[in-house]
């Protein structure tokens, strides 16, 4: 069964400095999402993409937050100043279809800002 | 804004009994809401979906109810197993946008 794959599962970073999450979507799949889950707290939509553009976002996702899809495969969300409270569990999902009724979720990255 | 509210951070029941999960929301009015099942360090997976013009659906032990009035959703889970042990993520979805709005979730154990 296809599914969303995301690296690193773990990434630690200094405070200031930029990480680079990665997601491979479902490859039929058109819809792309972020998601944060801070410990012990609900999940929070980041994000949408579609067409290669954003499509929605949350207050969440500022300035120092940015989604680009790099090839036909990868879907990268990037922090350009990590702060501390930017630590938390990040999952990409997809869906195939504009309503996005169901989405499928990767496995999440585990990201500790230092 | 929206809040949505999951009963209790967590529920014990003994195996081979139902658990009833419960999701309140105010503020909002969704064109459907969700189920989802998580378990530790995991993405949530998928389990099932109802409309604003639904009352029930059922999949296999999984049960769910909608009532737009009360804005409520009820999430039954029959014949319980230890494996049905995770915490359940309901969520908000409307058709004007692809935005999700999740509450905190209850973490389940089923008691062999």
């Known amino acids: 069964e296809p599914e969303v794959t995301q690296t690193p599962s773990h990434q630690v970073t200094q405070m200031g400095q930029e990480v680079i999450l990665r997601c491979v979507p479902i490859s039929n799949h058109l819809y792309f999402y972020w998601y944060r889950q801070i410990l012990g707290q609900k999940v929070e939509f980041l994000v949408s993409?579609?067409?290669?553009?954003?499509?929605?976002k949350s207050e969440i996702f500022d300035d120092q937050f940015s989604v680009e899809r790099p090839d036909g495969s990868n879907f990268t969300l990037k922090i350009r100043s990590t702060k501390l409270e930017d630590s938390a569990m990040y999952f990409c999902a997809s869906s195939d279809n504009r309503d996005s009724e169901t989405q499928y979720f990767g496995p999440g990255t585990r990201l500790l800002v230092l | 804004s929206q809040k949505i509210e999951q009963n209790s951070e967590a529920l014990n029941i003994q195996e081979g009994k139902t658990a009833t999960l419960t999701c309140n929301y105010t503020n909002y009015s969704p064109a459907y809401l969700q189920w989802y099942r998580q378990d530790p360090g995991r993405g949530p997976v998928f389990l099932l979906l109802i409309r604003e013009n639904e009352k029930e659906k059922r999949k296999e032990r999984l049960k769910v109810t909608f009532d737009t009035t009360l804005k409520q959703s009820l999430f039954h889970i029959t014949a319980s197993q230890p494996a049905d042990s995770a915490t359940y993520l309901c969520?908000?979805?409307?058709?004007?946008?692809?935005?999700?709005?999740f509450g905190t979730g209850t973490s389940l154990t089923v008691i062999p």
């Open positions: 969520a908000l979805g409307s058709n004007t946008g692809n935005q999700f709005y």
């Open positions: 993409f579609y067409n290669n553009e954003i499509s929605e």
